[in-house]
């Protein structure tokens, strides 16, 4: 069983910084693909970020430059560093994990989900 449980969100104005986290339990962390997805209200999911088992990452075009996805394997935890926050960063964040991912931006890839932290930005 694979569980991730997503923290660090909130309110914050634009222009603004904050880190999420995504704790992990299982025993297949080094085998995973990892994600980070958002869902704005009225909107259909769109992935982030993402990083490999090798720790190469990917973003979307819209947070690249601003968002740093990053991983700590002894603490079985990943993160995303969101820098210049904009209103429109504003959604639900949703930590994902998957197994076989060719398609890093893709939801459907990933196998396992958390339940999301709210992030508001504020201008």
């Known amino acids: 069983l694979v569980e991730l449980v997503e923290s660090g969100g909130g309110s914050v104005q634009a222009g603004g910084s904050l880190r999420l986290s995504c704790a992990f339990s299982g025993s297949t962390y080094y085998t995973l693909y990892m994600g980070w997805f958002r869902q704005a209200p009225g909107k259909e999911r769109e992935g982030v970020a993402a990083?490999?088992?090798?720790?190469?990452?990917s973003y979307a075009d819209s947070v690249k430059g601003r968002f740093t996805i990053s991983k700590d394997n002894a603490e079985n935890t990943l993160y995303l560093q969101m820098d210049s926050l904009k209103p429109e960063d504003t959604a639900m964040y949703y930590c994902?994990?998957?197994?076989?991912?060719?398609?890093?931006?893709?939801?459907?890839?990933?196998?396992?989900w958390g339940q999301g932290t709210q992030v508001t930005v504020s201008s």
């Open positions: 990083i490999d088992r090798d720790g190469r990452a």
């Open positions: 994902a994990a998957g197994f076989w991912v060719k398609a890093p931006m893709l939801e459907g890839e990933y196998n396992f």
